[in-house]
C-alpha cells in the first residue's frame, strides 16, 4: 500500500510557535550528527529507516497543540505516551477482513535497525522504548464510519507515523520514519527536528474552549422506546444483552480545539487511557477511556471485563453496585465472553469476583482477565475476536450488531471501537474508544451507551447514557 501525504513541513501545518523558541530547543551539533548519519544509512536502505533522539518528557496534548492540523493518533496511559505526527506510512482494510488486512500490510513492512548517538550503547534497555509503533484503530464494525462525521477514518486505519514522541516513564525519545527518497532532503528533515525541538521545549497552557451556544441531545423519547424493543427481544430469548448507545451534539461559539480537550481530559481522568485520533482527512476522535479491550506482551495477554455502572455519589454506591443482582449478571456476559474467546488461545486466568472502578463521575464492575498464549498471535488478531465484547455490543453478537446497525440513528463509526498501537513484533494495546466523541469545527459529537438486559428500566438507563456523557461535557466546559 502506497504512503499516505507526508508530513510536508511545520508551517503547512500551522505550528504554533507563539510562545517563542525556548534556548534549550536550539539545534544541537550531537542531533544534527545523528540526524545526519540516520539519512546517509537511510539512503543506502530497503524499505524505511527509523533515526531517535533523546527527548524531554511532555504531555501529548503539548504536542498536538503545535501541529494541530497535521494527521495524528495519541495514546496516553499511566505507563507510556504515544505521540504520531504525519504519516510516513499508512495501512487500510476494509469489510470482515480488516485486520487481517492490516496485520498483512505490517509484516510486509521493512524497518531497520533504530539510528541513534554513538553515546546510546547499543544494549541500553531505554533504547527497546524508540522501536517502530504503529497507531490507529478500527470502526466499530465494516461500514459505520462511511458518512459524516467520520468521513475519513474507514473501516480500519493505521499509520507509521513520521514523527513519533514516546515516553515511558524518565525516559523519552524523538523518533524520525525516512526511506531512501525521503532522505535526500536532508534540510526539511533538520528543519522539522528543529521546530519539534521547540515543540517539546516551549510551555504549553490549555485554554477553555469557547463558549456553549447549545446541546442537541437527541430523540430522547425515541431511545427509551429503544430500550423497551431490546428487554421485550430478551423477554422472548431472542437475545440476553444489547448495548443501546445515543449521541449529543455540542455547538461551540468557535472551533473546538483539540490539544484543549486533550489537556483537559488529562487533568480529569489521568486513571483513563486519553486517545486521539485525526486521519488525513476528517475530523478528530477524542477519548477518555476506562477499558482496555487487550494488550498482548510476548505470550502475555491481559483485557479488562468492565460492565455494570452505577453513578459514584457517596461510598455507598461501592456497596449498592457491588449487591447489585442485574449488574453482575450483565458483568458477566462480558467476562464469560472474553475468557471464551482467549481460552481458545491459552490458559485463562480470571478472578473469582469482580472489584470496582472508581472514576470522576461513575462506578464500574471490573474484572482484569490475563491468559498466557499457546502459540504466538498479533494484538489485533486476538482484537478481531475479541470485538465487540459484550460490554459494547451485545450477545448474541451478531444479534446485537445487527440490531445496532438496524436501529440506531446515527452511525457508531469509531465509537466503542479498537485504538492504539502496535510493534512490528505484534505487541501493542487497545482501548476501546468509549467516553469519546469526534470534533469537526465548531461542533463536538458525543456518544454514549448502556448496556441493557433483563431487568433495565429505560428512564435508570437514560440516567446512566448522560452520566457517561458527562466525562467529555465536562471537558468542553459544558459540565461540572
Keep these: ?33 545523528v540526524l545526519d548519519s540516520g539519512l546517509a544509512a537511510a539512503r543506502q536502505a530497503n524499505g524505511l529507516t527509523a533515526i531517535a533522539f533523546p527527548a524531554p518528557i511532555v504531555a501529548a496534548s503539548a504536542i498536538i497543540a503545535a501541529w494541530r492540523a497535521a494527521p495524528a493518533v495519541a495514546w496516553s496511559s499511566r505507563d507510556l505516551t504515544i505521540v504520531g505526527i504525519g504519516v510516513a506510512h499508512e495501512l487500510r482494510g476494509s469489510g470482515q477482513a480488516r485486520c487481517d488486512e492490516i496485520v498483512a500490510g505490517a509484516r510486509r513492512l521493512a524497518i531497520g535497525e533504530v539510528i541513534v548517538s554513538a553515546a546510546v550503547a547499543k544494549g541500553d534497555r531505554k533504547l527497546a522504548l524508540a522501536r517502530p509503533r504503529l497507531l490507529g484503530g478500527l470502526a466499530f464494525t465494516p461500514g459505520a464510519a462511511d458518512s459524516a462525521p467520520w468521513t475519513g477514518f474507514g473501516d480500519a486505519w493505521f499509520m507509521l507515523p513520521r514523527w513519533t514522541y514516546v515516553q515511558d516513564g524518565a525516559s523519552a525519545w524523538l523518533v524520525l520514519a525516512v526511506d531512501a527518497r525521503d532522505a535526500r532532503d536532508a534540510k526539511r528533515w533538520h528543519d522539522e527536528l528543529a521546530a519539534f525541538r521547540v515543540a517539546l521545549a516551549n510551555h504549553f497552557a490549555a485554554r477553555p474552549q469557547p463558549p456553549m451556544i447549545e446541546i442537541d441531545r437527541g430523540d430522547v423519547c425515541a431511545w427509551r422506546d429503544q430500550v423497551r424493543e431490546i428487554t421485550n427481544a430478551i423477554a422472548r430469548g431472542e437475545c440476553e444483552k444489547v448495548v443501546a448507545a445515543r449521541s449529543a451534539v455540542v455547538t461551540l461559539g468557535g472551533e473546538a480545539r483539540a490539544a484543549d480537550l486533550l489537556a483537559e481530559l488529562d487533568a480529569r481522568h489521568e486513571d483513563c487511557v486519553r486517545l486521539l485520533v485525526r486521519p488525513p482527512a476528517g475530523g478528530t476522535l477524542i477519548a477518555a477511556t476506562p477499558e482496555r479491550l487487550v ?26 453496585l457491588l449487591a447489585s443482582t442485574k449488574d453482575h449478571r450483565e458483568h458477566e456476559l462480558v467476562v464469560r465472553a472474553i475468557a471464551s474467546t482467549l481460552a481458545e488461545l491459552g490458559d485463562v486466568r480470571v478472578p473469582e469476583a469482580p472489584g470496582i472502578r472508581a472514576l470522576r463521575h461513575v462506578l464500574h464492575l471490573h474484572t482484569p482477565i490475563t491468559a498466557k498464549l499457546r502459540s504466538p498471535h498479533h494484538v489485533l488478531e486476538i482484537a478481531a475476536r475479541l470485538h465487540p465484547t459484550p460490554a459494547v455490543g451485545g450477545t448474541p453478537t451478531q444479534f446485537a450488531t445487527e440490531w445496532i446497525g438496524s436501529r440506531e440513528t446515527s452511525q457508531r463509526g469509531w465509537y466503542a471501537s479498537p485504538v492504539g498501537w502496535f510493534d512490528l513484533e505484534g505487541n501493542g494495546e487497545l482501548a476501546v474508544a468509549i467516553r469519546s466523541g469526534v470534533l469537526i469545527g465548531e461542533h463536538a459529537h458525543l456518544w454514549a451507551g448502556a448496556g441493557i438486559v433483563a431487568g433495565s428500566d429505560a428512564d435508570r438507563e437514560l440516567a446512566e447514557t448522560e452520566l457517561k456523557l458527562r466525562a467529555m461535557l465536562g471537558a468542553l466546559g459544558a459540565a461540572a
Design 1 to 33: 500500500m502506497k504512503p499516505a501525504a507526508d508530513l510536508v513541513g511545520p508551517e503547512s501545518y500551522a505550528f504554533d510557535v507563539s510562545h517563542g523558541r525556548a534556548p534549550e530547543a536550539r539545534r544541537s551539533s550531537d542531533d544534527a550528527a
Design 295 to 320: 494488550r498482548v506482551d510476548g505470550s502475555t495477554v491481559a483485557c479488562d471485563a468492565l460492565a455494570g455502572s452505577r453513578a459514584r455519589i457517596d461510598n455507598a454506591d461501592h456497596a449498592a
